[in-house]
């Protein structure tokens, strides 16, 4: 019964090959959310739909693209990967954005850049 | 000063002890806040919400100090399980900061 789905779980590419992330929700939430995470670090929004409605953070890189052609998923695309982006990519859901949403994770897609 | 602050630890705890850690935040508009954990290369899981009244589960209570803008967690009874990094997020309506963490080790 996963609620918030992630693949593949480990991705391998090489630098400068396109690459998308997958993410999919059961929970019928209208947020999803996509992290960044290094290690030893936190995760850091890069942006995140409430329904279609597209909002990226401020210095969220040009090299990260979203899509979420339905409630249920939402992609992630790195046009160009550099060495710089291998990192735990964590999708999110809530229900609502604001006070007192609370965000529910995937267990992450493991990027690893070569 | 941080948005978000917490002691990275490593907190080392013999198992049964008590445990607790803090959270510091410095925009006073926040309005909701979380205890996630989350397990080497898994993904955060809600731990529990932080209300202004603090609350309670089970071995685990989180409190909320507005005046002097903190949230603490404390773990009574620790067990082994309860190894992990503890990451506190703060929501101040338009924007989700995460902490980095604090990582608890919770020794035999």
């Known amino acids: 019964d996963a609620m918030v789905i992630q693949n593949p779980r480990y991705q391998v590419t090489q630098f400068g090959k396109p690459v998308t992330l997958s993410c999919s929700q059961t929970?019928?939430?209208?947020?999803m959310y996509w992290y960044q995470q290094k290690s030893s670090q936190a995760p850091k929004l890069l942006f995140h739909?409430?329904?279609?409605?597209?909002?990226n953070e401020a210095d969220t890189p040009d090299n990260f693209q979203s899509r979420r052609p339905n409630t249920s998923f939402c992609f992630l695309d790195i046009r160009s990967p550099g060495l710089g982006d291998a990192a735990m990519y964590l999708c999110?859901?809530?229900?609502?954005?604001?006070?007192?949403?609370?965000?529910?994770f995937g267990p992450g897609t493991r990027l690893t850049v070569l | 000063r941080k948005e978000v602050e917490q002691d990275p630890g490593p907190f080392n705890v013999p198992e049964g002890a008590t445990v607790a850690f803090n959270c510091t935040y410095s925009n006073s508009a926040s309005q909701s806040f979380f205890w996630y954990r989350q397990d080497c290369r898994k993904e955060p899981k809600l731990l529990m919400s932080?209300?202004?009244s603090g609350n309670e589960d089970g071995r685990f209570t989180a409190q909320l100090n507005r005046a002097s803008q903190y949230i603490s967690l404390l773990i009574r009874d620790s067990k082994l399980s309860d190894s992990a990094t503890y990451l506190c997020v703060v929501n101040s309506g338009d924007k989700i900061i995460f902490g980095k963490g604090t990582r608890l080790h919770i020794l035999p």
């Open positions: 999110a859901t809530s229900r609502v954005t604001g006070v007192g949403n609370e965000q529910f």
């Open positions: 739909y409430y329904d279609k409605d597209f909002n």
């Open positions: 932080v209300y202004s």
């Open positions: 929970l019928n939430h209208n947020v």
